[in-house]
């Protein structure tokens, strides 16, 4: 993954929100929280690429800001899907996610070259293209470019499956 300065990144933010957004228009609630065997519910899908509960991405991307190469623990294949989660309408799940990715690609769109060049230690990604000390917009662009590109393909997966 290219190193893109803040602008690029917060269209690729917004981009790929936008389309998710888009491929769950007016899913019923039924379809929403049906999950094929050993799959995630089209919700889940949501809450896991919307980050933790009450959390998000934003405290993630302001600690790579503030501290040198802040250590990341992140969590894999959990779909933060929490009891309030639980509890929303797939509208209102939406409604979250497109305000996360708004507040990131609103604040990324201002961030200088000097800021997107600040490393973070992820042992996750030991193991990928991206390395275990990726720069804040390597970051970024995973978790908007692929991650979220990831999942729009799972989601329309788990579409499918529903039909």
């Given amino acids: 993954m290219s190193e893109m300065p803040g ?30 065997q050993g799959r995630w519910s089209p919700k889940q899908i949501i809450s896991h690429i919307s980050g933790q509960d009450g959390i998000g991405y934003m405290p993630a ?19 933060f899907f929490t009891d309030r989660r639980s509890r929303l309408t797939m509208k209102e799940l939406l409604a979250e996610f497109g305000k996360e990715y708004d507040q990131l690609s609103s604040y990324v769109v201002q961030l200088t070259d000097d800021q997107l060049s600040r490393n973070a230690h992820i042992p996750l990604f030991k193991d990928t293209e991206l390395g275990e000390y990726p720069t804040l917009a390597a970051f970024i662009s995973a978790l908007a470019e692929w991650h979220v590109g990831f999942h729009i393909t799972h989601m329309k997966e788990i579409l499918q499956a529903s039909e």
């Fill in 61 to 79: 991307v302001r600690l790579i800001l503030e501290k040198d190469t802040p250590l990341l623990e992140i969590i894999a294949e959990d779909p």
């Fill in 7 to 36: 602008s690029l990144l917060a269209q690729v933010i917004r981009r790929k929100a936008d389309e998710m957004k888009k491929l769950c228009e007016g899913l019923d609630e039924q379809t929403a929280s049906r999950a094929p």
